[in-house]
């Protein structure tokens, strides 16, 4: 499989616009089962001639063009080939090369993007170059990305380990809203119950322990690609507080139906949350 993947490399970095094809995701990694998905990252500058990529999927595979599946993860196409899924996955070189001088900055975006719950964190895109094969570089553009990227920007680092401040606040606001100090619309759910807003602590619980995955991914110099499989890295780095995985899976599988529950589980969230700041900022 790997020979035709190859191949299907070489005919890509062929069609007008691309620029060259890596190998991405747990193939590239190392890190696959037999059944995993083959991921490209199809890189491609200015006008990319559609109709060649259309050809080069062939027959009944639908291509979808720049844009086409949300404003980060861009567009592509999904085959399969000998009963295997390749997902192809569009990446603009020129955004990909903005994002990598942001990161050297210690600048980053949190973006929208549907299949992306915790919203797409724009160091993605560095990562993806960091992690990936090059399969097809004609100019040897993305050989020298990969280059750069291989060592993690210390002002990004710096940035996303300070952005772990967010999480306490959420759980703060949640609290508040539990403890009845929101609105009248927020304070009472179909049972009647003040305060008992599942939906808007669960949401908050989420989003806090997302951002505290993320700065132990930044704080251990580790590139983080995706919301999934994120927690069971971050719980094993070096400045995750003991049991910060489990922990973290209580509190969600069972955040508790009624104000007194929610606010208990909050208070959990809390305690967890100023060891994990502790341990990046100690």
Known sequence: MRTVIEKMAGQLAAVPGVVGVMLGGSRARGEHRPGSDWDLGVYYRGELDLDGLREAAGPGVEVTGPGGWGPWVNGGAWLRVDGVAVDWILRDLDRVQRVWEDCREGRY????????????????YAGEVAHGQVLADPTGELTRLKEQTAVYPEPLRGALTAAAWEAGFLLDVAAKSVNGAAGAEGTAGASGTAGADALYVSLCLSRAFGVLVQALYAHDRRWCLNEKGSLAVAERLAA??????????ALLAAPGATAEELAATLARARELTRETVAALTG
Do not use: M, N, T, Y
Request: charged letters at 15%.
């Open 240 to 249: 995750a507080p003991p049991d910060f995985g489990p922990r973290v899976r």
């Open 109 to 124: 975006e949190v973006g929208v993007q549907p299949g992306h719950p915790l919203g797409f964190w724009s160091p993605c």
